[in-house]
Every structure is written in structure tokens, then in C-alpha cells.
């Protein structure tokens, strides 16, 4: 009878905590359902440091084996967006803590505002790579059949440093093309005030996505544009 009564009261608590705003029905509160969030959002960054990690070991390799063919190739990148890309994206990462801070505080208007500001940032960021990889076009040092290098370092070594200045800015621009619409879903959201300070765990853990996006990015910055500036 006790076990039957004890069930029953288990029940009707569950029951009444999925009239809660937000909370799946396979939580029993929203702490519990943040938790587990948090912890699956950090689960996968540890894959995407493993994955980002081993482009920059092989990167090192070959930088390792081919250094004078990496720094004549790296010379022929422009530092100057590569450094004004760094500040936008460092701008961008104020821009996503202030819309955290305003989750933590309910303030969906002022999540949508940092939110859009992230968002046009990261869209100055790719309009500016994009114009990177225009000028590396027209100059044939896109990999390929119609790469060309009349440089020093020799052509084949230059071709595997622009392969993986491709490969890697490219990964790390799709990331955040990724990020840029997992924000702009959670930006309709907050226009229609879904977050709250009992219930922002979704801007939390796209924060860290986007943070990360921002620190890979503070790695490739000097390992592709700055080996070449003193040679």
C-alpha cells in the first residue's frame, strides 16, 4: 500500500513537472535537464577539438618537413584581413556573452539584439574570407590542376600548405555558417519569449559552441598568416 501510494506521488510530480515551460518529459526539473545538456554540448566540442586536432598535427608535420615552402606560402597571405577577421571574431565573442548574460537575466529582446550582432559579424568575417579566397583564385594557388607557384619553397610543398589553409579555414567557416543558423533559430525564439532565467540552457550551450569556433580560429591565425611576415 505504501509502495502503490509512493508510485502514484512519483507520478503526479512527474507529472506536474512536464507543465513546466521547456522541460522534456524525460527530466524531472529543468536543473536536471540543463545538466545534461551542458555535459552533451562539452562532450561534443571534445570530439571537434579531436577532429580540428588532427588537421593541426598534420599541419605541423608537413610544416615540420617543408618549412621554407610553408613560410614562402604563408608570405602570400593577406595579414591584414587575416588580423581584421581576429578582431570580429573577438567582437563576436562579446556579442554572445552579453546575449548569455541576458538569458541568465529572461531579457528575450536583448538576446535577439547580441544575438543579430553575432550574426552580422560572423557574416563580415566570411564576406572577408570569401574575398580571401577570390584573390587566391585569380593568383592559381587554389590546389588543383591549375595551381601555380613561380616562388621559392617549390611548387609541390607550397601546394600541401594551401591545401590545408583550404581545408582547415574552410572547416572552420562552415562551422560557423553552422553556428550562424543554430543562432538565428534561437533568435526567433527569444522574439518570442521562450528563455528565461530558470530556462536558458539552449543560449548557454551555443555559447560555447560559439567560443570555440572563435578559439580554433585563434589558432589558425598565426600558424597560416604570421609565419611568412618575417621572412
Known amino acids: 500500500m505504501h509502495t502503490s501510494s509512493t508510485l502514484t506521488e512519483h507520478t503526479a510530480d512527474r507529472g506536474r513537472a512536464g507543465h513546466v515551460p521547456g522541460l522534456a518529459h524525460h527530466f524531472d526539473d529543468l536543473a536536471q535537464q540543463r545538466q545534461a545538456g551542458t555535459l552533451g554540448m562539452w562532450a561534443f566540442l571534445i570530439t571537434e577539438v579531436m577532429f580540428f586536432g588532427g588537421m ?6 608537413y610544416r615540420y618537413r617543408y618549412p621554407a615552402a610553408f613560410a614562402a606560402g604563408s608570405a602570400h597571405l593577406d595579414v591584414t584581413l587575416g588580423t581584421i577577421n581576429t578582431a570580429v571574431l573577438i567582437g563576436s565573442s562579446l556579442t554572445m556573452v552579453l546575449a548569455v548574460h541576458a538569458a541568465q537575466l529572461g531579457r ?3 538576446i535577439v539584439r547580441f544575438f543579430l550582432m553575432t550574426i552580422g559579424l560572423g557574416l563580415v568575417f566570411l ?4 574575398f ?3 584573390h587566391k583564385w585569380r593568383d592559381h594557388l ?8 613561380h616562388g621559392d619553397g617549390g611548387g609541390g610543398p607550397v601546394q600541401l600548405f594551401y591545401s590545408l589553409y583550404f581545408a582547415m579555414t574552410g572547416m572552420h567557416a ?11 533559430v534561437l533568435a526567433v525564439m527569444a522574439g518570442r519569449g521562450r ?3 530558470q530556462n536558458h540552457n539552449a543560449v548557454e550551450n551555443i555559447g560555447l559552441y560559439w567560443h570555440f569556433v572563435d578559439v580554433i580560429w585563434i589558432f589558425l591565425f598565426p600558424l597560416l598568416y604570421l609565419l611568412g611576415v618575417h621572412t
Open 142 to 149: 587554389v590546389p588543383g590542376r591549375h595551381f601555380r607557384w
Open 174 to 184: 562552415l562551422h560557423m555558417v553552422i553556428g550562424m543558423a543554430l543562432i538565428g
Open 195 to 197: 528563455f528565461t532565467p
Open 132 to 134: 580571401e579566397y577570390g
Open 108 to 110: 528575450n529582446r536583448d
Open 127 to 130: 564576406v572577408i574570407k570569401a
Open 56 to 61: 593541426f598535427t598534420a599541419y605541423a608535420y
